[in-house]
């Protein structure tokens, strides 16, 4: 396993990496980048910060406690603003939301007026530096209710993923055991409801687009690598078959370890995607594009 530093390193690297990739096969995707990530330094990022700091009673979950405890970063390490201009520049990619500071939205002590405020600095940061108006929000650990959608949707987020209905990812901020071995199995075999769905009506401007399935990074000498890309790719010949939405995402850094294992493993997945896409069974969308489909169907 990678040290902090190097792991960081590899992530910076495989970044491109994926946009290639992305390029060469034609895949459309959305990046729910905290806005921390978008600052040239602490200085620019103290410069940014909210009008109100999240008050959580478990300083673990403060990234700006976080910050103040790392000493073996560089700034290198925690500020990407070259990656999010690749990630602009590049056809089909959406910058989309992922707070500003990785902002857990149902922690106790945390106000729903701190919310709306790291959520202003995370679009004023991505206005003011890449001149873009985001709206997909993509919730940091997946910790939602209604009540923080609906504060997000005044801040101007309109765009949502939102977890699956099973019982395993209900009140993630409440973990338990079984949950997460739930979670895990059902990476392999099926343990819980239908993963594709057909497109959701939007409830006035928001539109959630429930996730599907997480890309778990390789792990060295597991013998579920093969099984959990075999089981997506069996989810999305259903998706096909019954002309559904399949909703995949990951984390970027969780190439961070094994980053030349995991690239080849994206590839030759793409690969197979591509194939669909050009038998026409299959079409490549982001959050916002997705949108954009949804309500142009909407009006026509």
């Keep these: 396993?990678?040290?902090?530093?190097?792991?960081?390193?590899?992530?910076?690297?495989?970044?491109?990496?994926?946009?290639?990739?992305?390029s060469k096969y034609q895949i459309k995707a959305t990046w729910a980048t905290v806005?921390?990530?978008?600052?040239?330094?602490?200085?620019?990022?103290n410069a940014y910060q909210p009008e109100e700091l999240p008050t959580f009673k478990n300083q673990k979950f403060s990234a700006y406690h976080w910050l103040h405890t790392q000493k073996d970063l560089y700034e290198k390490d925690l500020f990407a603003p070259d990656l999010v201009n690749q990630v602009i520049?590049?056809?089909?990619?959406?910058?989309?939301?992922?707070?500003f500071a990785h902002y857990y939205s149902m922690e106790e002590g945390?106000?729903?007026?701190?919310w709306k405020a790291d959520l202003r600095a995370a679009k004023k940061i991505a206005r003011d530096k890449f001149g873009k108006n985001i709206e997909s929000l993509v919730f940091p650990r997946n910790q939602y209710s209604e009540e923080v959608i609906q504060a997000a949707q005044q801040e101007g987020f309109y765009i949502f993923r939102t977890n699956p209905e099973d019982w395993f990812w209900k009140e993630v901020e409440k973990e338990s055991l079984p949950k997460k071995v739930f979670r895990t199995g059902d990476t392999l075999f099926p343990l819980g409801l239908k993963t594709s769905y057909t497109p959701f009506e939007k409830e006035g401007d928001i539109l959630r687009l429930p996730a599907s399935r997480i890309l778990r990074p390789y792990r060295k000498g597991s013998l579920f690598n093969g099984l959990r890309i075999a089981r997506i790719k069996g989810e999305i010949d259903t998706a096909i078959r019954n002309k559904e939405i399949y909703h995949l995402w990951w984390h970027p850094h969780n190439f961070g370890n094994y980053p030349v294992e995991n690239l080849k493993i994206l590839e030759e997945f793409l690969i197979w995607i591509k194939s669909k896409v050009d038998l026409g069974d299959l079409v490549s969308e982001s959050m916002e594009s997705m949108n954009q489909k949804i309500s142009a169907a909407i009006t026509s």
């Design 1 to 22: 396993m990678a040290s902090n530093h190097a792991y960081y390193q590899h992530t910076r690297e495989v970044v491109p990496r994926i946009l290639d990739l992305f």
């Design 35 to 45: 806005g921390m990530l978008m600052c040239e330094n602490q200085e620019e990022w």
């Design 110 to 114: 945390q106000t729903i007026s701190q």
């Design 89 to 99: 520049h590049t056809p089909g990619q959406e910058l989309g939301s992922h707070s």
